[in-house]
């Protein structure tokens, strides 16, 4: 079993919905990150938060917007998705700040289909 | 130039044997390397990190790092088919200062009974 809770496990939305993606861990690690991954491709980061900060956005469009209430939670805000977002969504943390050598433990992810 | 390559398979090994999966990537400068499964339809799962060359062994699996040739490997001995998932190699890379993990696309291993 992961460290890493992602919820919802799977979620359906349409366009012009607004839906959250919520990710927990305890293991008192300093940095979070969202990764998406597309059938048979290898995980493509997203934002990174180090110590609660947001330390990369990887030009993601604005329809999602990342939030990290505290070092334990990381959100993910969805609003008028495209179709092409379908995907697996990715949470991860690593115990030092960003990277530091120290290796990404991910969540079990969060299927998302735009209808 | 990829910065990350892995030969993409699918790697076909007998039960027993031993699975060879490779990795190379472009910037001289990495220090930390990683190797994640990833069963279908389920996150990765780390396997093993490396960061200084030679080998590191864990139970059946060996991670091998050369720096000087640029490559890392996972060995996985008496393969067994729950070993059956794609393997992802990750390397820590410095891009204008900023590290970023960067994945392979990841070679799919399919362990023969």
């Known amino acids: 079993d992961t460290e890493v809770t992602q919820t919802p496990k799977h979620l359906v939305m349409g366009m012009t919905n607004k839906k959250s993606l919520k990710c927990e861990q305890h293991m008192g690690h300093r940095a979070m990150y969202w990764y998406k991954q597309k059938a048979k491709k290898p995980p493509e980061l997203m934002f990174v938060y180090s110590y609660e900060k947001l330390s990369i956005n990887e030009s993601v469009p604005s329809r999602f917007s990342p939030e990290c209430p505290n070092s334990s939670l990381l959100n993910l805000h969805l609003h008028a998705l495209q179709p092409e977002d379908s995907a697996l969504y990715l949470c991860a943390s690593s115990q030092e700040g960003q990277y530091y050598n120290s290796p990404l433990h991910f969540g079990n992810g969060t299927r998302l289909t735009v209808t | 130039q990829k910065e990350v390559e892995q030969n993409s398979g699918p790697l076909s090994v007998p039960e027993g044997a031993i699975a060879s999966l490779n990795c190379t990537y472009s910037d001289r400068g990495s220090q930390s390397f990683f190797w994640y499964r990833q069963y279908s339809g389920k996150s990765p799962e780390l396997i093993m990190f490396?960061?200084?060359?030679g080998d590191k062994e864990d139970g059946r699996f060996t991670a091998q790092l050369n720096k000087a040739s640029q490559y890392v490997s996972l060995l996985i001995r008496d393969s067994q088919p729950s070993d059956s998932a794609t393997y992802l190699c990750?390397?820590?890379?410095?891009?204008?200062?900023?590290?970023?993990?960067?994945f392979g696309t990841g070679t799919r291993l399919t362990i023969i009974p």
């Open positions: 990750a390397v820590l890379i410095s891009n204008f200062g900023n590290e970023k993990l960067t």
């Open positions: 490396i960061y200084s060359n």
